[in-house]
């Protein structure tokens, strides 16, 4: 007896690798040359948890392994505390690519793609599976969201210092009375 297709669950997370300075990780897809993303993956359960779902995708896609640590641990080059993945608390509900749409079970058109972050120390290794994925690359922040191909993807990354903590000073006309019009003030 031939077993059911399986189909992907279309719910998903989305895990913006950076350093401690806002240099992130890309990807190259093997089935979509100059296609340039994140780590993504789908859930394997229903019920699988989605720290779950990120752990394992950075494992299989980049081969950095998320440990769990107490002080004083040591880690391999490859290893990186649990502790540094963070949920930030954002979705995303998008329309499958047409092409990837076979993955999915029939009619299922519109994925769900929640969003983590993970700070690795700078030049961690990096071991992709040949499979799923060609090259990678480290970027500022900035340029990683220009050369990634999905709009979710892109807005994940531009939203990284405000998650990492290291949002940029933004300057705003001073209001307060007897202020100089000509003043700005900086606020963090």
């Known amino acids: 007896m031939q ?27 093997a089935d979509r040359p100059g296609y340039w993303q994140s780590v993504t993956g789908s859930r394997d359960a229903p019920d699988e948890p989605l720290a779950d779902t990120a752990r394992r995708e950075v494992w299989e896609e980049t081969g950095i392994a998320l440990v769990d640590a107490v002080p004083g641990t040591l880690f391999a080059p490859h290893e990186v505390p649990l502790r540094n993945l963070r ?15 076979h993955r999915y079970a029939p009619g299922v058109t519109r994925n769900t793609e929640h969003v983590f972050g993970l700070q690795v120390p700078r030049g961690i290794p990096v071991t992709l599976a040949p499979r799923e ?13 220009d050369r990634c191909f999905s709009p979710s993807n892109a807005e994940a990354i531009l939203q990284l210092p405000r998650h990492a903590g290291k949002e940029p000073c933004a300057v705003k006309p001073a209001q307060a009375a007897g202020d100089d019009a000509s003043r700005a003030r900086i606020e963090n």
């Open 3 to 29: 077993n059911p297709p399986r189909y992907k669950i279309p719910e998903s997370v989305l895990v913006v690798i950076h350093s401690p300075d806002l240099e992130v990780l890309l990807i190259e897809r």
């Open 87 to 101: 949920d930030w608390g954002l979705s995303n509900v998008y329309e499958i690519y047409p092409v990837w749409r």
């Open 133 to 145: 994925h060609l090259n990678h690359v480290w970027l500022p922040w900035r340029e990683a969201a």
